[in-house]
């Protein structure tokens, strides 16, 4: 279905520009005096750090090749409204939320501001998280930051000059490649409709359109040449001519950041500097070679860093607090864009993860589990918190209750002295139980907590989600 489409390209961007000064498309070439093994440790180092925008842009791509908005995908600069949640037959994409329905737009600012129109949300929590095109979150209006009222938001993009209207509230996107990610809470399949609406009011106006009416146009030119690959695997198929043509080419309206000139000074010896044109053209075979060594090398790096266990770890869960801005930590930012493009803020949602029991043993739905919060002890957040169940291919798990997270919007029973159990199990734990059991799959399974706004104790790691203990 085109909505599961929608959700693969979800589920599974900074700051002033040093070298405006470069010239255009004049021909970049390497330093013919630099060693092999130089060449190739800097074409790793290249690669790592221009590898999100060159995903950002090729997602971007692929999420835009549509002549109108629909579910699957928009044209540039409208929104595209996933409808309903996944289920359990969903298994094309990771650990699929089961919150919040999405409202997606890719922005291009190159040529004037856009102005994002939300509508009074009568308190319901909802974020448009906006990431520049290094993946960077630098706005983030909704519930947390602008709060649920009606609200006009005008983005511009790096280096525009001018006076907004009376009534919009500026936010300036640090490259001309804004993706925005919209989540809207919604409480079970029954308020889908309540979703909708809201969703048919997010709104995308150009700034030279303001204040007149306005459709955005509905028989937008697709190029044909844009493939629908996976934009990992497109990327990943790419040699280094082309991704650094590419990245040359994006960089030159998508600035990098201040801190980046460093980084920028040593790319510049292998030809790798904005608005360049990249050209292997006239190094011998064994530059060549070694650039092309280089990538690979760096490819490896990445696929080496998603790997490795990430976050603090505490009762068996792991929670990671450092999303969704990255500085210079080039290899972190390309690790969490390849395994999980469009990472939220911490301050908008924590998402604890466990495979583990209490006694650091797998998860397994042979056993029956009780998540026990003590009093006053359940996720302190602002918004709200929910508990998903995934098996062990990270899909949702089918049950009897078509139950697949529980969390404080459900109708729970708390104990008498004010804890709360959740109970964590194959089979039913009794009908009076059943208004706090998560259903497990036979086998191994893993829990995830999302913690939407989370309070300030969470963010400090002062809180932290309890072990999982095996029950008898």
């Known amino acids: 279905m085109a909505w599961k489409k929608a959700i693969i390209l979800v589920a599974c961007v900074f700051l002033l520009a040093l070298v405006l000064a470069v010239p255009g498309q004049e021909e970049a070439q390497a330093q013919p005096q630099l060693t ?38 928009a044209p540039i600069n409208q929104f595209a409204n996933v409808p309903v949640f996944p289920d359990p037959t969903f298994t094309d994409v990771v650990s699929p939320n089961a919150d919040t329905l999405y409202s997606i737009a890719w922005l291009d600012l190159s040529k004037g501001p856009l102005v994002l129109s939300v509508p009074d949300t009568k308190g319901r929590y909802y974020v448009m998280q906006m990431l520049d095109a290094w993946t960077n979150v630098f706005a983030a209006p909704g519930a947390r930051t602008t709060g649920t009222g009606k609200g006009d938001f005008a983005i511009v993009g790096p280096g525009w000059q001018g006076k907004l209207p009376a009534g919009l509230k500026k936010i300036a996107a ?49 190029d044909p040449s844009v493939k629908k690959a996976p934009p990992v695997k497109q990327v990943a198929e790419m040699d280094a001519q082309t991704f650094f043509r590419r990245l040359n080419a994006l960089m030159q309206g998508n ?55 990430r976050g603090k770890q505490v ?27 469009g990472a939220n803020l911490a301050e908008d949602a924590v998402y604890p993860m466990t495979r583990k029991d209490a006694d650091g043993k797998p998860l397994n739905g042979q056993n029956r589990y009780v998540l026990h919060f003590a009093k006053n002890q359940t996720p302190p957040v602002q918004a709200f918190w929910s508990l998903t169940m995934y098996n062990d291919k990270q899909a949702l798990v089918a049950n009897p209750l078509n139950r697949y997270a529980i969390g404080d919007r459900d109708k729970l029973k708390f104990n008498a002295d004010g804890s709360l159990d959740l109970y964590i199990q194959q089979k039913s734990p009794g009908k009076a139980k059943e208004s706090n059991w998560l259903p497990a799959p036979k086998g191994s399974f893993n829990l995830i907590m999302r913690l939407y706004w989370p309070k300030k104790a969470v963010l400090d790691g002062v809180w932290a989600p309890p072990p999982v203990p095996r029950v008898q």
Not at 185 to 207: E, F, M, S
């Open 36 to 73: 092999a093994p130089e060449m190739a440790k800097i074409a790793r180092e290249a690669y790592i750090f221009g590898y999100p925008l060159v995903l950002m842009d090729v997602t971007r791509q692929v999420m835009t090749a549509c002549p109108a908005a629909g579910i699957q995908c």
């Open 174 to 222: 640090p490259t001309n490649l804004v993706w925005i990610l919209g989540r809207t809470q919604t409480n079970g399949k029954a308020d889908y409709a309540a979703v909708h609406a809201i969703q048919k009011q997010y709104r995308l106006t150009p700034l030279s359109a303001w204040g007149r009416s306005y459709t955005p146009p509905a028989k937008v030119p697709v």
């Open 255 to 309: 600035p990098p950041a201040a801190a980046d000139a460093p980084a920028l000074s040593k790319f510049a010896a292998i030809g790798v500097a904005p608005g360049k044109k990249f050209s292997l053209q006239g190094l011998d075979p064994g530059a060549r070679n070694a650039l092309g060594n280089g990538v690979n090398e760096a490819k490896r790096a990445i696929a080496a860093e998603v790997k490795k266990p």
């Open 315 to 341: 009762n068996g869960w792991s929670i990671q607090y450092d999303l969704g801005s990255y500085g210079t930590n080039y290899l972190h930012r390309a690790a969490i864009a390849w395994v999980g493009l």
